[in-house]
T-cell receptor
Framework: AQSVSQHNHHVILSEAASLELGCNYSYGGTVNLFWYVQYPGQHLQLLLK??????LVKGIKGFEAEFIKSKFSFNLRKPSVQWSDTAEYFCAVNSHNAGNMLTFGGGTRLMVKP | DADVTQTPRNRITKTGKRIMLECSQTKGHDRMYWYRQDPGLGLRLIYY???????NKGEISDGYSVSRQAQAKFSLSLESAIPNQTALYFC???????????????FGPGTRLTVL
């Protein structure tokens, strides 16, 4: 079955630490990739997206993600996290093979300690 | 910015009751979606609609129904609510561009439903 996996369910970091959240998908063919963030009590907001071109994508708030096609991965990174980055992060994939629907990973809950 | 709105924001109900959650959008998008969010499971698609005359089941449609009253409105109903339908429900919209691959979705604020 087609799926999106986020291996880290909970991550705790101190401020200024570097962040990398893993995302792997199982679709074949052409894909579009997204990272969404959900701050406490709020709705999902788009952090960044990959459609084509440069596999290193830069998003808002200093986040970036790298699409590695050979590894079916789209990991999210940030060099130095802040307390305000405390949130839940969702990877999502849209694929021709899945009828162009978005499939979400299970989410990673990040807590940044001040 | 309230492009996608949901009502109510919170609801507590009892087993067996009929519940309707409403979603409205001012983005002019054709596509609308209903998801539920459960801890550790991410978002799972309940129903989606590509236009007013098009309704499709998602991954977990059992126990739910929907109505697309207009391009801007998409309602989700629980005909007879049960406790395992306690969850956070999100409405989303999207529009296709280009060759149709792109499916960035815009989310409403969510409805927290508790079924006792």
């Amino acid at each position: 079955a087609q799926s999106v996996s986020q291996h880290n369910h909970h991550v705790i970091l101190s401020e200024a630490a570097s962040l990398e959240l893993g995302c792997n998908y199982s679709y074949g063919g052409t894909v579009n990739l997204f990272w969404y963030v959900q701050y406490p009590g709020q709705h999902l907001q788009l952090l960044l997206k990959y459609f084509s071109g440069d596999p290193l994508v830069k998003g808002i708030k200093g986040f970036e993600a790298e699409f590695i096609k050979s590894k079916f991965s789209f990991n999210l990174r940030k060099p130095s996290v802040q307390w305000s980055d405390t949130a839940e992060y969702f990877c999502a994939v849209n694929s021709h093979n899945a009828g162009n629907m978005l499939t979400f990973g299970g989410g990673t809950r990040l807590m940044v300690k001040p | 910015d309230a492009d996608v709105t949901q009502t109510p924001r919170n609801r507590i109900t009892k087993t067996g009751k009929r519940i309707m959650l409403e979603c409205s959008q001012t983005k002019g998008h054709d596509r609308m979606y209903w998801y539920r969010q459960d801890p550790g499971l991410g978002l799972r698609l309940i129903y989606y609609s590509f236009d007013v005359k098009d309704i499709n089941k998602g991954e977990i449609s059992d126990g739910y129904s929907v109505s697309r009253q207009a391009q801007a409105k998409f309602s989700l109903s629980l005909e007879s609510a049960i406790p395992n339908q306690t969850a956070l429900y999100f409405c989303a919209t999207s529009d296709l561009k280009g060759q149709g691959l792109i499916n960035e979705q815009f989310f409403g604020p969510g409805t927290r439903l508790t079924v006792l």
